[in-house]
């Protein structure tokens, strides 16, 4: 009889054609599947990210046994758990006499390590879910002198034919993005599909509330798909009820209504319940049948399509020291405010709250409110990079380091966009109502009251203007800034200094 190797599978990979168990053999290789303190615990996840891929976990190895695998599944409570993904693989190594691994990539540089240094034989297969490979975006970035997405993207479209029509366009554009910017509707007339926890759930819920019940989040109403017909099932609903008018407020943000328009299925196609091709083929499908406009579907597949392909594409590029990126010095410590602690922003303090209570915000809550303030105060990107790695249930290093480090913090120094996304109070009061009521007024510039992104936004470009003064992009508001009154740029940057060194004694702000 031939000695059976592993065919190991990670949390993230809970698909059946995931490339380690394309590669086994059924009739003699092993599948280990393990919850392990390591992965739990590298940071302090969020209860409803660690309880959806627990139960997610459990209910993929119920399905591969009943197909015919023999699974090897460890607990987290399993006092022979070995802690890590190493150590479990030494484990059943042992059990069975495998001496060889089948493992397809991780998504993070740091477990991609830890089974390179396995004592084991490991053979990492590239994970290829995706619409690109690493060679294809690496032969697409080789030579430029800038990685843009739009770029990108519009190679994805013609590779793939998704939303073509011949050689162009849908639609005689490639980008909606104009027609994606209204502010807050008046009411929203849906919401995401949700799945009433069973018995699996019900036992991984009480698990994580035992052991992760002091992590930042909250359980309750936990309500996510947690196998590939229910994440089937809340694209359908997703697509039907909330995609046609997706397009039109993507960018909206509203106190009483966190989920909007938007998906929620990011966490699903991350964790491999659902594919990017089968979803993006659903949007495009509905805009041929003529239920959803173009704006809607073009704007929810540039998402998948082009931005996700190119993060992934950015993070294996750049290689392991990306995520720890500091290119504009900022060391500033993550305030209290990010865990809950009480301040006087009603953007920030709404935006946290949903954060805790749904292990969810969408893009522009996470860029333009908890990013945009950071970046503006001069937070530490590592500890803010970490901080979303933290409290999104979607969030892999893959996939949330080019966004946070890249996008929305500039720490990469310019590879992912072409300038810091920052702004004043003017761009949340126009895109949502949480500025209505707050303790500080967003049309008041200076005093008593004035809202602090307009005094931290100058602030900003002040103190990086041999930075980005001659950024094209950004020349109008350093013209803007000079144009004012010497008395005034010094009162701005006075108030500025004095919100911030409160904000670093820790003092409510």
């Not at 490991?122 to 619409?131: G, P, S």
């Not at 992590?215 to 046609?244: C, K, M, V, W, Y």
């Amino acid at each position: 009889m031939s000695v059976p190797r592993l065919v190991l599978v990670l949390g993230d990979q809970l698909t059946p054609d995931i490339a380690a168990l394309r590669a086994a053999d059924k009739s003699r290789d092993v599948v280990v599947m393990a919850e392990v303190k390591a992965e739990a615990t590298y940071v302090r996840h969020h209860p409803k990210k660690i309880a959806f891929l627990f139960a997610a976990m459990r209910k993929f190895a119920a399905r591969l046994r009943e197909d015919g695998w023999d699974v090897r599944y460890t607990e987290y409570d399993d006092t022979n758990n070995a802690g890590s993904i190493p150590g479990e693989l030494l484990r059943r190594a042992e059990e069975v006499g495998a001496e060889e691994v089948m493992a397809t990539e991780p998504g993070e540089w740091r477990l991609i390590a830890a089974l390179e240094e396995c004592p084991l034989t490991v053979r990492q297969m590239e994970d290829d879910r995706f619409f690109a490979s690493h060679k294809r975006f690496d032969d697409w970035a080789e030579g430029r002198k800038a990685l843009r997405m739009e770029y990108f993207y519009r190679e994805m479209r013609r590779e793939t034919g998704i939303l073509m029509e011949g050689d162009k366009p849908a639609g005689g554009a490639w980008n909606y993005d104009k027609e994606n910017r209204k502010p807050p509707p008046g009411q929203i007339d849906t919401s995401p599909m949700s799945f009433t926890p069973d018995d699996t759930v019900k036992d991984v819920l009480a698990l994580v509330e035992r052991e992760f019940g002091d992590n930042f989040g909250s359980l309750d109403g936990f309500a996510f798909a947690t196998e590939p017909g229910q994440a089937r099932r809340a694209l359908s609903h997703f697509i039907t009820h909330a995609l046609p008018r997706f397009g039109d407020f993507q960018d909206a943000m509203m106190r009483d209504e966190k989920w909007l328009y938007h998906s929620l299925l990011s966490a699903y196609m991350n964790a491999g319940l659902l594919s990017p091709q089968e979803v993006c083929a659903a949007a495009e499908e509905a805009w041929k049948a003529g239920d959803v406009p173009i704006n809607a579907a073009e704007g929810f597949i540039r998402q998948i399509l082009g931005w996700r392909e190119f993060v992934r594409g950015v993070y294996f590029r750049e290689g392991p020291d990306y995520p720890r990126r500091n290119q504009l010095n900022h060391q500033r410590a993550l305030p209290p405010l990010y865990w809950g602690a009480k301040t006087h922003m009603s953007c920030l303090a709404h935006a946290v709250a949903q954060t805790r209570d749904e292990a969810y915000a969408h893009h522009i809550q996470r860029l333009m409110v908890t990013g945009n303030f950071a970046l503006l105060a001069g937070i530490n990107p590592t500890e803010l990079h970490e901080w979303y790695l933290e409290v999104y249930i979607d969030a892999y290093e893959w996939v949330e380091s080019p966004n946070t480090v890249g996008m929305s913090q500039f720490a990469d120094g310019g590879v992912v966009g072409s300038k810091p996304y920052v702004s004043s109070g003017n761009y949340i009061d126009r895109m949502s109502d949480y500025c209505k009521g707050c303790d500080y007024d967003v049309k008041q510039k200076t005093g008593e009251g004035a809202c602090p992104f307009n005094l931290l936004y100058w602030h900003f470009l002040d103190r990086h203007r041999d930075r980005f003064e001659g950024n094209a992009r950004m020349g109008n508001m350093y013209r803007t800034w000079d144009r004012m009154d010497a008395d005034k740029r010094e009162t701005i940057l006075g108030e500025a200094d004095a919100f911030l060194d409160r904000l670093s004694a820790g003092k409510t702000v």
